[in-house]
């Protein structure tokens, strides 16, 4: 498939003033009149300018040019990486158009092994995302970061996660909601996960203990990240932004674990609007975050598949269970799994990150949360 054919050129006069030698702006491969060899790079940035799917925070649409300015005046990484930016999407003649475009895009950059990382346009736009994944024919995992749980709204924005939910054919392995904030969100909305056995953890129970948010991150095979689940101090632009949220540290550690992932194969930031960003706050930390994860990606450790050179077995003796409970700790990076038998298929068992906190819960004879849910959507 010929890429090109969907993206407009950056303007030849596109670049941050004053730019260092050491920044980002003189590695990355950028689109501006001629097109970059995608199929040699790691990273493809892509800006999509699409706002159509939200009524309240329109000028997202405008959003990818200040993110990608902040984001080449940052400092390269210490190890060697090739990012190359393909411009901005062409958008559709209407919003499933878009969805289609932003699907077909990122199933061909998936299918080269290379990682589409979506900047600018409306949350919705992680249902094009997603729908990339289809014609993997396996199981997908999804993280969803926001303030609120779309489901129950109006609009394309406020309801997109309930086509996702009921997407068929089903693909959907599992869903995490990360920092929702229970004042924002319906019970309704919340019970619906409940019942499919996904989870959500809400904004104060991230603070309390960000590192054990970590495994629920090396789940995912894709993430969205919607600037409304920043704190309104730290990111004013956005018009649904909130007083309290995730700080901006908080929202760059979240994306360090998930560049960290060997699983993660795209991202998308969504929801920024530069008209309200008058000193350029948010799409700094917008940028910020995107390092982070850039930077994450440059430095996996490749644990998976589980080897016995380079993980260690932990076993738990069953009490009341069946079978015993079967941990992996890997030597690279000292991140923990735990085997997950399946009921339905009998055979080599599979594995599911988890911490050592959830080892430390199965020695005193309890069951970790994440493994019951897990089983609850095998059953």
Same mark, same amino acid.
């Given at each position: 498939m010929?890429?090109? $054919?969907?993206?407009?050129? *950056?303007?030849?006069?596109?670049?941050?003033? /004053? &730019?260092?030698e050491d920044a980002l702006f =003189?590695?990355?491969?950028?689109?501006e009149g001629v097109f970059p060899d995608w199929q040699q790079t790691h990273i493809a940035l892509i800006g999509v300018p699409e706002e159509r799917g939200t009524r309240t925070n329109l000028g997202t649409a405008a959003g990818a040019g200040d993110i990608r300015r902040q984001f080449y005046l940052l400092k390269k990484p210490a190890s060697t990486c090739r990012?190359?930016?393909l411009g901005n999407l062409r958008v559709g003649l209407d919003l499933q158009e878009t969805y289609y475009r932003?699907?077909?895009v990122c199933e061909t950059l998936l299918g080269q092994r290379v990682f589409p990382l979506l900047i600018g346009g409306s949350h919705d736009l992680l249902y094009g995302q997603? $729908?990339?994944?289809?014609? *993997?024919?396996?199981?997908?995992?999804?993280? /969803? &970061?926001?303030?609120?749980?779309?489901? =129950?709204?109006?609009?394309?924005?406020?309801?997109?996660?309930?086509?996702l939910l009921t997407h068929e054919p089903n693909y959907l392995h599992s869903f995490c909601h990360l920092a929702y904030q229970s004042y924002l969100t319906s019970a309704d909305a919340l019970a619906v996960l409940e019942k499919l056995s996904f989870e959500s953890l809400r904004l104060g129970q991230i603070r309390a203990n960000i590192q054990e948010v970590e495994p629920v991150i090396r789940e995912a095979d894709l993430l969205a990240f919607d600037i409304t689940a920043i704190k309104l101090a730290d990111a004013p632009g956005n018009a649904n932004a909130?007083?309290?949220?995730?700080?901006?540290?908080?929202?760059?550690?979240?994306?360090?674990?998930?560049?960290?992932?060997?699983?993660?194969?795209?991202?998308?930031?969504?929801?920024?609007?530069?008209?309200?960003?008058?000193?350029?706050?948010?799409?700094?930390?917008?940028?910020?975050?995107?390092?982070?994860?850039?930077?994450?990606?440059?430095h996996r450790k490749q644990d998976l598949p589980i080897r016995d050179s380079t993980h260690v077995r932990y076993v738990v003796p069953a009490a009341d269970r069946r079978e015993d409970l079967v941990f992996y700790k890997s030597t690279l990076s000292e991140k923990w799994w735990l085997e997950v038998p399946d009921p339905k298929r009998p055979g080599p068992l599979s594995v599911m990150p988890c911490s050592y906190q959830d080892y430390q819960q199965a020695t005193r004879g309890e069951l970790p949360t994440r493994w019951i849910n897990r089983l609850g959507r095998m059953a």
């Open positions: 010929d890429l090109s $054919l969907f993206f407009d050129a *950056l303007e030849s006069s596109f670049a941050p003033e /004053n &730019v260092p =003189h590695l990355v491969a950028r689109n990012i190359s930016d932003v699907r077909e997603y $729908l990339a994944y289809q014609g *993997l024919d396996r199981p997908v995992s999804v993280v /969803n &970061v926001d303030a609120t749980l779309d489901i =129950h709204g109006r609009t394309p924005s406020d309801k997109h996660l309930l086509d909130h007083a309290f949220g995730l700080t901006a540290e908080e929202a760059c550690q979240l994306c360090w674990y998930a560049g960290l992932n060997d699983k993660l194969t795209s991202a998308g930031f969504y929801e920024y609007n530069p008209g309200l960003d008058q000193r350029g706050q948010t799409a700094e930390a917008v940028a910020t975050m995107i390092w982070y994860l850039v930077e994450g990606f440059y």
